[in-house]
């Protein structure tokens, strides 16, 4: 969730951690690259490029920092385990030095596992924190960079680049699954699963699962950077959380919340004061699942804070609201198109769509959405996808209803997938088969 401040405090919390890591001997003492123990990945800075093994477990202790000019690479088949407290940190390039890079690149049967320490059985969200990238690409915080939650150091160009650099390149993440995580830094200051902020295009996100999260499962403050075939399942709060100004395309989204704890499916603002700093949240989003945990107080896409969220080819069900919409601001970008949700098959149990605010005394994003639906152009069914398997640790998110099918495509520039959902009707399989996991511990 996005925090109204900056958390220059943490940043300072962060300077200590990583101080009290790699300090405390004499100036002629060698600095702990931690190389030195082949298994483990210890807290503090890196002057150089790392490869793991696959042939090792890797322990991981603090703050692991990947610097500007530096590369981790970490190949299909390894597993690295979390100790409480712990990060992987790709840091933003210096202006000299490009951005540090994350190379974990696993595949659809062997892939790069970030886990707790802990042993099957008495894994659970907290265990450790997650993975966190920061960039030079763009934001709309004044000054062109921000502060990142968890006290894990500065990101954006502000303050190195004269100007955003859209395409910054963080890495490659590929078939990985980050699990069991979320750190608690304080109260309402957590580590995300995996935390994109300020991240290019330049950089590679697909087949990522954040799962089991004391936090939100993924979350971009600002940035340019694409993703596709992403799972955020059994988190704490939100599923997706897209803030300051982030202006990626996503496609192929699955959320599965658990019944114990969940918040949103999406939260969307353009900063936490609904400003019109620029640019605006104004994300593309496409083929998205979300099975809510309980259609009592779950919702679909909660919508607020003046963005510009643009979604196709939904499918919403076992939530309160499929889309709940909250600020006058957020009201009027729907109103005038800005805003909006098409060729999606919404099921809330309350109401498909609520708005929290009015406009001129009307309730115009709820008025507008049902003209919507009426309207050729936009396509939206309120009703039941039927959906194969909502089984938390087996689900087969599939729709059977009819109308999920041939609903249209999304624009250019994504895939033209001409159903709702982030799964294919008539798919003969899964894509995330074989390289997930959805065991509560």
Not at 46 to 68: C, H, I, K, M
Not at 84 to 106: N, W, Y
Not at 321 to 347: E, I, P, R, W
Request: hydrophobic content about 35%; aromatic content about 10%.
């Amino acid at each position: 969730m996005l925090k109204k401040n900056l958390l220059f405090i943490f940043s300072i919390l962060s300077g200590f951690i990583i101080a009290f890591s790699v300090t405390g001997c004499s100036d002629d003492d060698p600095v702990n690259t931690g190389n030195n123990t082949p298994n483990v990945l210890a807290a503090g800075t890196r002057g150089q490029d790392r490869t793991l093994s696959a042939d090792s477990t890797y322990t991981l202790t603090g703050f692991y920092l990947v610097e500007p000019g530096t590369t981790l690479t970490i190949p299909a088949g390894t597993v690295i385990k979390g100790s409480p407290g712990s990060a992987i940190i790709a840091t933003r390039g210096d202006g000299t030095l490009p951005s540090g890079q994350i190379i974990a690149e696993g595949t659809s049967d062997n892939p790069v596992v970030f886990t707790s320490d802990r042993p099957e059985g008495s894994r659970d969200r907290g265990n450790w924190g997650g993975i966190v990238m920061s960039g030079l690409s763009d934001l709309n915080v004044p000054g062109g960079f921000g502060v990142g939650e968890g006290g894990v150091g500065e990101y954006g160009y502000g303050g190195i680049l004269s100007s955003p650099k859209m395409d910054d390149n963080s890495g490659r993440l590929r078939y990985c699954r980050i699990e069991y995580g979320g750190t608690r830094i304080a109260a309402d200051n957590e580590i995300n699963g995996l935390t994109l902020n300020a991240v290019g295009n330049g950089t590679t996100i697909e087949y990522v699962q954040t799962h089991m999260i004391a936090d939100d499962g993924f979350e971009w403050f600002g940035g340019t950077v694409n993703a596709k075939y992403l799972v955020s399942s059994g988190n704490d709060d939100d599923a997706f959380d897209m803030d300051l100004g982030f202006n990626g395309d996503c496609q192929y989204l699955f959320v599965m919340q658990a019944d114990d704890k969940a918040d949103r499916g999406f939260e969307v603002n353009n900063d936490g004061d609904g400003s019109d700093n620029e640019p605006y949240t104004s994300a593309r989003v496409a083929n998205v699942t979300i099975i809510g945990g309980d259609d009592t107080k779950n919702d679909g896409f909660y919508l607020r804070g003046n963005n510009r969220l643009k979604i196709w080819n939904a499918v919403v069900t076992n939530v309160r609201y499929a889309v709940a919409v909250d600020a006058d601001n957020t009201n009027q970008n729907a109103v005038k198109g800005d805003l909006f949700v098409k060729n999606s098959l919404l099921n809330g149990s309350t109401n498909s769509y609520i708005t929290r605010t009015k406009v001129d005394g009307k309730n115009t994003f709820i008025d507008a959405i049902y003209q919507a639906v009426a309207d050729s152009d936009w396509h939206n069914t309120i009703g039941d996808p039927q959906l194969r398997s909502t089984n938390f640790e087996d689900p087969d998110p599939r729709p059977q209803n009819g109308a999920a099918k041939g609903i249209g495509t999304p624009p250019s520039g994504l895939e033209p997938a001409n159903y709702a959902g982030a799964f294919d009707p008539d798919a003969s399989s899964l894509w995330i088969a074989g390289w997930t996991n959805f065991k509560k511990n």
